[in-house]
């Protein structure tokens, strides 16, 4: 079974409209972390925000909010206000406490901001 | 967060040869990484590099394709050798500070072999 499942490959939003892209998880470690990178077409990755599973509140980082949803087993990313350098793609990763060092990443999220 | 930086940024070979990567951090960190992001795909971990010792790879990857070398705590080598056209990707390093933190990345290597 798929560690991360990301199901949607393609998303459009307005300029300055909000967006959610989608993140389910599978695991059976009751310690684990979820983490969201954006990878412009420049090609590197950058971290955007993580949320811990004993975390009790949803994580904020300006204008990216995780909605964890942990009986749901779904963890997923909220942009505010989208920016026209919002556009790029959005990867969810895990990792869990078991595994160590492992990061298991979806197949990704493609946004395109609209003017 | 660390500072990462990685050489080449990208660069287009021919088959059969060989390329040495680069990945230097602006601090000490306990955890190096090397990731593999084949054209339109997610990306796969290659292996842990570790400080003064053989790396660890994972499945799929084996040293004879992919030697990596760490040195110290600052600096990872990933050498893609007797290349052939599947091997063309984008090829990152990451660190963590510990295996349980957040991995950064570096701003990853573009490779096209011909």
């Known amino acids: 079974a798929q560690k991360i499942t990301q199901t949607q490959p393609g998303m459009f939003v307005q300029e300055k409209e909000a967006v959610t892209l989608d993140c389910t998880y599978d695991?059976?470690?009751?310690?684990?972390?979820l983490f969201w990178y954006k990878q412009p077409s420049s090609g590197e990755m950058i971290f955007l925000i993580y949320?811990?599973?004993?975390?009790?509140q949803n994580a904020t980082e300006g204008r990216y909010s995780l909605n964890f949803q942990k009986a749901r087993k779904s963890a997923n990313l909220v942009i505010s206000a989208s920016q026209l350098g919002d556009s790029a793609m959005y990867f969810c990763?895990?990792?869990?406490?078991?595994?160590?060092?492992?990061?298991?990443f979806g197949t990704g999220t493609s946004l395109t901001v609209i003017p | 967060s660390a500072v990462i930086s990685q050489k080449p940024s990208r660069d287009i070979c021919q088959r059969g040869t060989s390329l040495t990567i680069q990945c230097q951090v602006d601090?000490?960190?306990?955890?190096m990484f090397w990731y593999r992001q084949q054209p339109g795909q997610s990306l796969t971990l290659i292996a842990t590099?570790?400080?003064?010792?053989?790396?660890?790879?994972e499945s799929g990857f084996v040293i004879d394709k992919f030697p990596i070398s760490r040195p110290n705590l600052t600096f990872s080598t990933l050498t893609v050798s007797n290349m052939s056209p599947e091997d063309s990707s984008i090829y990152l390093c990451?660190?963590?500070?510990?295996?349980?933190?957040?991995?950064?990345f570096g701003p990853g290597t573009r490779l096209t072999v011909l």
């Open positions: 990451s660190v963590a500070s510990t295996g349980r933190d957040t991995q950064y």
């Open positions: 695991t059976s470690d009751p310690s684990y972390g």
């Open positions: 949320q811990g599973s004993y975390d009790q």
């Open positions: 990763a895990m990792r869990e406490e078991g595994t160590g060092n492992q990061f298991y």
């Open positions: 601090s000490q960190v306990t955890m």
């Open positions: 590099a570790n400080q003064g010792s053989e790396a660890t790879y």
